[in-house]
């Protein structure tokens, strides 16, 4: 094959001013973050009545909460007198809601309880802070900003299918939460993640412990799975590491019952928020728990490093764009369907 055969076989990347423009910014907002389910968190987090947690998303702050009858709730945490914001601590527990502005008062199911200088608290639209849609799978919370959108098992047939094989997962407790704000755009944390061409160079110890040479990434309607062997060879199991469209992981390692997700939250066209949990069965953190925190942390300090310097060449004028390599299938899925969704 001649060198021009192969340069008409390239395929490209998304362009790079995607990653730095505002205006594509805000309409990945609309078009794709109040349009998708997205874990909010988990259900050991609210465990008693009246337990509670906001969560932000792309410029909106909501309010999960378990009601006086155990039922979880998810809602705008907007009050619906002037607008607003109503709950400023990030968990806790409480018996009613307060909006600090004129005295709103709020059930913990987001319905209006009282409100000053009103005979009534039938207020048509504004008798309730406005609910969100939540599902509970596995006892991960998911939510949608899309009053229409189908339910979450129903977009996830196939992925709900898979981890059902993980016969623990309902069982795991939120243990440890980890933050670090990106100086890089969502869809860059999300590229790196979904390939490994650049774990033997950046990830020493990853590549140590799992067989690179047998890694495979395999590609379904809304998710992906990459998955490895250790190289001690002392299990048959394997590492299955998911993106889920379309800002999730989760890491499932060889052991005892473990989980991890991270949320990658868009802030700003060049900066990211990702929120790294930890699930485990047991109440407290054993050793080899501690180890495994420690080796993923490490890996996921590499890439903070690699992603930032990614970000900083996106306003190159040298190249508009970017080229697949042959191994990089999954990050092509991607772009595919940041595509399509942006229609």
């Known amino acids: 094959m001649s060198v021009k055969e192969n340069v008409k076989g390239l395929e490209y990347t998304l362009p790079y001013n995607q990653y730095v423009d505002p205006q594509v910014f805000e ?8 349009k998708s389910w997205v874990l909010a ?60 502005y004129h005295g709103w008062t709020f059930h913990l199911d987001g319905k209006l309880n009282k409100a000053p200088n009103f005979h009534t608290t039938d207020l048509g639209e504004h008798s309730c802070m406005t609910p969100v849609k939540l599902e509970v799978y596995q006892s991960m919370i998911f939510i949608n900003l899309d009053q229409d959108a189908l339910p979450f098992k129903e977009c996830y047939k196939e992925l709900t299918a898979n981890l059902d094989k993980y016969t623990f997962l309902h069982s795991l407790k939120k243990m440890r939460v980890s933050q670090r704000m990106i100086d890089a755009n969502w869809k860059a944390v999300v590229d790196n993640y979904l390939e490994c061409d650049h774990c033997p160079i950046a990830h020493p110890a990853f590549s140590k412990t799992f067989d690179l040479k047998n890694y495979n990434i395999d590609l379904h309607e809304n998710y992906s799975c990459q998955y490895s062997s250790l190289t001690n060879g002392d299990s048959e199991e394997q590492a299955q590491f998911y993106w889920v469209w379309p800002n999730m992981m989760i890491s499932i390692y060889p052991g005892s019952g473990n989980m991890t997700t991270s949320q990658i939250l868009p802030i700003a066209p060049d900066k990211s928020l990702a929120v790294y949990s930890y699930y485990f069965q047991n109440e ?3 050793e080899e728990e501690e180890e495994l925190i420690k080796f993923v942390d490490q890996v996921r300090e590499e890439d903070f490093d690699l992603v930032e310097m990614l970000q900083k060449g996106f306003r190159t004028q ?6 697949y390599s042959p191994t990089e299938h999954a990050l092509h899925h ?9 229609k």
């Open 27 to 34: 309409e990945e907002r609309k078009k794709i973050f109040l």
């Open 41 to 100: 968190g988990h259900v050991s987090q609210i465990e008693k009545n009246g337990d509670f947690f906001t969560f932000d998303i792309a410029g909106e702050s909501l309010i999960i909460s378990r009601d006086k009858d155990g039922k979880i709730n998810a809602f705008y945490n907007v009050c619906p007198h002037r607008g607003a914001k109503v709950e400023h601590s990030e968990q806790g527990n409480k018996k009613i809601f307060m909006c600090s």
């Open 284 to 286: 407290e953190i054993s």
């Open 318 to 323: 040298a190249f508009k764009r970017g080229v």
């Open 334 to 342: 991607f772009h595919q369907q940041v595509k399509e969704a942006m």
